[in-house]
Structure formats: C-alpha cells, structure tokens
C-alpha cells in the first residue's frame, strides 16, 4: 500500500494523541517484541512505538526493521517515537481507520 502525503499527514495528526503500545528497551528489537508489534497493528491498525537509548542511527535501523518484517508503513519518526500504519488484512472486518482518499 502507497500513501500519499496527505494520507500520511492525515495518519500522523490521528497518532498524535496515541500512547506508546510498545516500548523498546536496551536489548533492542527482539522477536518478541515484533510479535508484540505484530499483534498491536492487527488490533489498532495505527500504533506508536517508544525506543529507549539515545542512538539516533539505532533508532532509524529498528524503524526500517519494523517496517521491512511487518510490512507496516512507516508514518512518522521523531526522536524517541515511531508511528506505523498497516491497514487491517481480515477480510471480515472493517479497516478501523479511514484515510480519505486525497
């Protein structure tokens, strides 16, 4: 899935007043905690991640890793916090977030 800017714009503005539903410690990304982002997106579709550290280049790594194993759309990456969209893949539910078409 491609968006716009718009659509990320439109994302980014719903996310803002999201609460971390991951947060990720020293240890880095762990298999578990894609598991965790795995379940998080499937139920929220639209979730924000808290990294703990101050390396910027760490930060970018586990972003792109993120979004290469979750197939998830980076949508916003700003200090310490990550924001991923993935629309829902149940056919027999309805995505829960709409992105207008723009």
Do not use: F, Y
């Given at each position: 899935?491609?968006?716009?800017?718009?659509?990320?714009?439109?994302?980014?503005?719903?996310?803002?007043?999201?609460?971390?539903?991951?947060?990720?410690?020293?240890?880095?990304?762990?298999?578990?905690?894609?598991?965790?982002?795995?379940?998080?997106?499937?139920?929220?579709?639209?979730?924000?991640?808290?990294?703990?550290?101050?390396?910027?280049?760490?930060?970018?790594?586990i972003y792109q890793s993120i979004c290469d194993s979750t197939n998830a759309i980076g949508i916003h990456h700003i200090g310490k916090q990550l924001v991923f969209y993935r629309a829902s893949d149940t056919i027999k539910e309805k995505n829960k977030i709409h992105i207008p078409k723009l």
């Open positions: 899935m491609k968006l716009n800017p718009k659509q990320i714009s439109h994302l980014r503005g719903l996310a803002h007043s999201l609460s971390p539903v991951v947060m990720i410690g020293n240890q880095g990304l762990t298999d578990n905690i894609i598991k965790e982002v795995e379940v998080s997106l499937n139920a929220h579709e639209l979730i924000k991640i808290k990294v703990a550290g101050d390396d910027r280049d760490a930060r970018k790594a």
